[in-house]
């Protein structure tokens, strides 16, 4: 049984997402969505927030679950007992910098990671660049299911 781990910030889930998490529940026996802090980002959504949403968004995958993540992610992988990490990529930028975080997390936690290339439809969308636009008024709905769009709409009020 292969346990994959698929790490992230998800402020906010989008639809890129989600088609990882799909895509990886059909790769592996088991998945993980771990969502995890991104220090370098100001959230706009609560760790709660994004696991209640993450959760709605994937309860017709069986082999899905969501956690929160409060360690590095090389650390969270082995606490619970997974095999791999995933990560969505979207162009060369992305998969230059997940290569040396692969590199990193290989070294010092000796994990895998599994690159997914994203499909074209997704590969414009930025979770910073929606919440920039969202807090102006923008229409994000071909990028994030409704349930994100009520929450953001709440918290630009």
Do not use: C
């Amino acid at each position: 049984m292969v346990k994959a781990v698929f790490p992230g910030s998800f402020d906010p889930l989008t639809f890129g997402h989600l088609d990882v998490i799909s895509r990886s529940a059909l790769l592996f026996d088991q998945v993980i969505v771990a969502v995890g802090i991104n220090t370098s980002k100001t959230a706009m959504f609560t760790t709660e927030e994004k696991i209640t949403l993450i959760s709605n968004n994937t309860k017709n995958l069986k082999n899905v679950s969501v956690l929160p993540m409060p360690d590095l992610t090389f650390k969270f992988v082995s606490s619970v007992g997974a095999d791999v990490i995933v990560r969505g990529i979207r162009n060369v930028r992305d998969y230059e910098y997940e290569r040396d975080i692969a590199e990193i997390n290989h070294r010092l936690g000796n994990v895998d990671t599994v690159l997914l290339p994203s499909k074209a439809v997704y590969q414009d969308i930025s979770s910073s660049n929606l919440k920039e636009v969202a807090k102006f008024g923008a229409d994000i709905s071909h990028f994030v299911p409704e349930n994100v769009i009520k929450l953001i709409k709440l918290k630009t009020k």
